[in-house]
C-alpha cells in the first residue's frame, strides 16, 4: 500500500460500494416480500433472484475485500475518538454481514435440499448436506442476519449524512460517483 492516503476512495472501489449497496437494498426488500408471499411460480421466481443476487452480493463483498486489502483508503476524517470507533465497528460488522448472510441462506438452501444454479447457468455445490431442522434453524439465522445488516446500513448511512449535513466535513465527497 502506498504510505499516504488519497484524498478519496478509487473509482473501482466507489464501483464496488454503490453496487453493492443497491445489491444489498435490492435483495433484501425481495426477500421480506416475497417471504409473506403464497405459494406460487411468482414467489419460486423471486426466490431465484434472491438467491442469484445473494451469489452476487458474496461475490462482490470478496472483491471488495481484496481491493479494500490492497488499496489504502482515505485518512479518517477529524472526529472524537469515540465516533471513529464506532464508525470502525460499523465498517467489521458490514464486512462481516456481508459474507454472513449470503453464506447462511446458501447453508439455508442446502439444508432445504433447494440448488442454487447462479442465474439459471452455475450450479453451485451444496454447503451443508440436506436436514430439515438445521435448514429451519439457518432460515432464522439468515432472516436476523440480514436484519442486522439493514440496522447496520442505517447506522452507516446516518453516519455519512451526520457528516455531510451537520459536520459539513465533505466526507460524503469521498465516495461520490462524481468528481468533486
Known amino acids: 500500500m502506498p504510505m499516504t492516503s488519497p484524498a478519496r476512495y478509487t473509482p473501482v472501489a466507489i464501483v464496488l460500494h454503490w453496487l453493492l449497496a443497491l445489491a444489498i437494498i435490492g435483495a433484501f426488500c425481495m426477500g421480506v416480500y416475497m417471504s409473506d408471499l403464497p405459494f406460487s ?6 426466490y ?3 438467491k442469484w443476487a445473494g451469489v452476487t452480493i458474496l461475490a462482490l463483498s470478496a472483491l471488495r475485500l481484496l481491493w479494500r486489502l490492497t488499496h489504502r483508503p482515505p485518512a479518517d476524517a477529524p472526529m472524537p475518538a469515540w465516533q ?5 465497528a460499523v465498517h467489521l460488522l458490514l464486512y462481516i454481514t456481508f459474507f454472513a448472510v449470503p453464506l447462511t441462506g446458501w447453508a439455508m ?3 432445504k ?5 447462479w442465474f439459471g447457468v452455475l450450479p453451485l455445490p451444496d454447503f451443508v448436506p440436506k436436514d430439515h431442522d438445521l435448514g429451519e434453524l439457518l432460515e432464522q439465522v439468515h432472516a ?11 447506522a452507516h448511512v446516518g453516519g455519512a449524512l451526520k457528516h455531510q449535513f451537520i459536520d459539513r466535513d465533505g ?8 468528481r468533486s
Request: positive net charge.
Open 84 to 88: 471513529a470507533r464506532a464508525a470502525h
Open 144 to 154: 436476523a442476519l440480514a436484519w442486522g445488516l439493514a440496522v447496520l446500513v442505517l
Open 41 to 46: 411460480p411468482t414467489r419460486l421466481k423471486l
Open 48 to 50: 431465484n433472484w434472491h
Open 109 to 111: 438452501s442446502s439444508a
Open 113 to 117: 435440499g433447494y440448488p442454487i444454479v
Open 171 to 178: 466526507l460524503l465527497a469521498r465516495m461520490s460517483l462524481r
